[in-house]
């Protein structure tokens, strides 16, 4: 009965590892062939040759990419915009998700219900942009990242991860002396470095592949996120657009070739900073989700 019971459990296994690597496989597919397309040659590319190694390896399509500067530019903007994006996210969301996952705050239900309206409300997009228009904020980041300086939902993780503390660490630091603030900086905040992680991680991807709000409220072409500019090239490429007067340099470039180390070129910095909070992803998750 035991060896029955033992087959049984390794066939289990063995089915759920075989579809969870077709999934893998599945997934990682894509992004290879992106990869491979990017460094191979406009013959093997027009004639599909193509799979999932470079055939008739060359650099020139990164080299035209980076020549060109706009990619750069754009790529520079994205991080600034990135950077100071999430920065602004995390102070306030732990500003705002420590008050209230006090039961001692007064009014504490009505903010909650308040913040918790505008997670299932909104004005629309065009109060939205009539007010930061009357703000004088349009064509300047300002105008995309003070109306997403909280997100509700990860606001409500961080606050459920507080109230999963123990109060005794509070307790004994306010009777040794200690104010709110030397609290949250000195003592909540370095225990919450898991779910600090994992939001941290949220928000930098978010920013990271904002497009809709720079497109409506950014106009200056200097300006425009790495989303924005990748969509241009992808739509607008043309072999016309290619021709730079040179050749060789004509024969091994090809539209398809650009759009592929565009998407390359874009998602290769997130892809290096996920691994290092990969590991507090989880966690963090699910520290700040165990009390409602």
């Known amino acids: 009965m035991r060896t029955k019971g033992f087959s049984k459990t390794s066939l289990f296994y063995w089915l759920n590892n075989t579809v969870l690597a077709l999934f893998a496989a599945a997934?990682?597919?894509?992004?290879?062939?992106?990869?491979?397309?990017?460094?191979?040659?406009?013959?093997?590319?027009?004639?599909?040759?193509?799979?999932?190694?470079?055939?008739?390896f060359n650099t020139e399509t990164y080299r035209n990419l980076i020549d060109d500067g706009q990619l750069i530019v754009a790529m520079k903007n994205t991080v600034l915009i990135t950077i100071v994006g999430t920065l602004l996210n995390m102070v306030f969301t732990v500003l705002a998700a420590y008050p209230l996952s006090k039961p001692r705050l007064k009014g504490r239900s009505v903010l909650l219900q308040g913040v918790l309206f505008t997670m299932l409300f909104g004005g629309g997009m065009i109060p939205h942009f009539l007010l930061i228009n009357s703000l004088g904020l349009v064509n300047t980041y300002w105008a995309i990242w003070l109306p997403a300086l909280v997100s509700v939902y990860n606001m409500f993780v961080m606050k459920s991860?507080?109230?999963?503390?123990?109060?005794?660490?509070?307790?004994?630091?306010?009777?040794?002396?200690?104010?709110?603030?030397v609290v949250l900086f000195r003592i909540i905040l370095p225990l919450s470095m898991p779910v600090i992680a994992a939001l941290t991680l949220f928000y930098a991807v978010g920013w990271w592949n904002s497009y809709m709000n720079?497109?409506?409220?950014?106009?200056?072409?200097?300006?425009?996120?790495?989303?924005?500019?990748?969509?241009?090239?992808?739509?607008?490429?043309?072999?016309?657009?290619?021709?730079?007067?040179?050749?060789?340099?004509?024969?091994?470039?090809?539209?398809?070739?650009?759009?592929?180390?565009?998407?390359?070129?874009?998602?290769m910095p997130i892809l290096c900073v996920y691994p290092l909070l990969q590991k507090h992803f989880v966690k963090g998750v699910l520290l700040g989700s165990v009390k409602g």
């Not at 992106?34 to 055939?55: K, M, N």
């Not at 991860?161 to 104010?179: C, I, K, Q, W």
């Open 27 to 56: 997934t990682v597919f894509p992004f290879l062939n992106i990869i491979a397309t990017s460094f191979s040659g406009s013959r093997a590319i027009s004639a599909g040759e193509v799979f999932l190694w470079p055939v008739d």
């Open 161 to 181: 991860f507080f109230e999963g503390l123990p109060a005794e660490v509070e307790e004994s630091a306010a009777m040794d002396g200690a104010n709110e603030w």
């Open 214 to 267: 720079v497109l409506i409220y950014i106009r200056s072409t200097d300006k425009m996120s790495l989303m924005v500019k990748l969509y241009q090239m992808i739509d607008l490429v043309s072999p016309e657009m290619l021709r730079s007067g040179e050749g060789v340099t004509e024969r091994m470039i090809t539209p398809e070739g650009v759009r592929a180390a565009s998407i390359v070129f874009s998602i």
